[in-house]
């Protein structure tokens, strides 16, 4: 599978199928001449090649727009910086000023930059912080409505700076122990790109850690087809021989 800002082009039987919209998460580890899966349905249109796809939407070439150049470059960012007092205390590790703030201080509010603490938790690799705030996010929601009404809006799967969810900063960081908490919760999508295309497992591959790699594969929730802007699936985008073997491996005992 080849993705592109404004198609995908599968290949059954070796003839090129168009589709009508990139497809991301929704065709997570299927081999390749797999064109459905449980949780969406597929229509063909053999006279136009046209597919579609009735799931909830995908990003549209202006989301990638946000991240990347009209010549197929990265835009560059500033790093950002903890601006509120949740997100500063899940970043320095403060345990004590974390839980002396009101829950909904915790939970809810992004920072200026969009990120959660629950992200700065991740990107700073403090496991106890982000367990805590795991623990008191399952609390909050099962108050709310059952877990599997709000799999798609699930606060684990918020965007934050340039599209980052708190899986990706985890898995570019190499935080083996926060990779692990974010793959255990049930809500979780581990398929979702950022504003420049990259996803969880192309950090993790691209940054060289070889635990974090083997725990995304392991929890079988990971796809290893999806691709980059350049169309590099994860297996493609690393330096390091192993965990290129690692992925190869994987994907082909999944056919």
């Given at each position: 599978?080849?993705?592109?800002?404004?198609?995908?082009?599968?290949?059954?039987?070796?003839?090129?199928?168009?589709?009508?919209?990139?497809?991301?998460?929704?065709?997570?580890?299927?081999?390749?001449?797999?064109?459905?899966?449980?949780?969406?349905?597929?229509?063909?249109?053999?006279?136009?090649?046209?597919?579609?796809?009735?799931?909830?939407?995908?990003?549209?070439?202006e989301y990638f727009h946000e991240g990347i150049n009209s010549d197929g470059s990265l835009k560059k960012f500033e790093k950002p910086i903890p601006s509120t007092t949740a997100s500063i205390a899940a970043v320095n590790g403060d345990m004590a000023k974390l839980k002396s703030l009101p829950l909904q201080e915790i939970l809810a509010p992004e920072d200026t930059n969009?990120?959660?603490?629950?992200?700065?938790?991740?990107?700073?690799?403090?496991?106890?912080?982000?367990?805590?705030?795991?623990?008191?996010?399952?609390?909050?929601?099962?108050?709310?409505?059952?877990?599997?009404?709000?799999?798609?809006?699930?606060?684990?799967?918020?965007?934050?700076?340039?599209?980052?969810?708190?899986?990706?900063?985890?898995?570019?960081?190499?935080?083996?122990?926060?990779?692990?908490?974010?793959?255990?919760?049930?809500?979780?999508?581990?398929?979702?790109?950022?504003?420049?295309?990259?996803?969880?497992?192309?950090?993790?591959?691209?940054?060289?850690?070889?635990?974090?790699?083997?725990?995304?594969?392991?929890?079988?929730?990971?796809?290893?087809?999806?691709?980059?802007?350049?169309?590099?699936?994860?297996?493609?985008?690393?330096?390091?021989?192993?965990?290129?073997?690692?992925?190869?491996?994987?994907?082909?005992?999944?056919?």
């Amino acid at each position: 599978m080849r993705n592109f800002l404004s198609a995908t082009v599968f290949f059954i039987n070796q003839q090129p199928v168009s589709v009508t919209r990139t497809i991301r998460h929704r065709f997570f580890q299927c081999p390749p001449l797999v064109l459905f899966t449980s949780r969406s349905n597929f229509s063909f249109s053999t006279s136009t090649t046209i597919m579609t796809l009735s799931s909830k939407p995908e990003p549209t070439p202006e989301y990638f727009h946000e991240g990347i150049n009209s010549d197929g470059s990265l835009k560059k960012f500033e790093k950002p910086i903890p601006s509120t007092t949740a997100s500063i205390a899940a970043v320095n590790g403060d345990m004590a000023k974390l839980k002396s703030l009101p829950l909904q201080e915790i939970l809810a509010p992004e920072d200026t930059n969009g990120n959660t603490p629950l992200i700065w938790a991740s990107d700073s690799g403090n496991i106890d912080i982000l367990t805590y705030i795991l623990e008191a996010m399952e609390k909050q929601i099962v108050e709310v409505a059952p877990s599997d009404q709000l799999s798609s809006s699930h606060p684990i799967n918020h965007q934050g700076y340039i599209g980052n969810t708190a899986l990706s900063r985890a898995a570019r960081g190499g935080h083996i122990d926060c990779v692990q908490a974010i793959l255990g919760v049930k809500e979780v999508d581990p398929n979702i790109p950022n504003y420049k295309m990259q996803y969880p497992l192309h950090f993790a591959a691209y940054k060289r850690h070889p635990e974090v790699v083997r725990i995304m594969l392991g929890s079988e929730k990971c796809s290893t087809t999806v691709t980059d802007r350049k169309g590099r699936t994860p297996d493609q985008d690393t330096s390091d021989g192993r965990i290129e073997r690692m992925i190869k491996s994987f994907r082909e005992n999944l056919s």
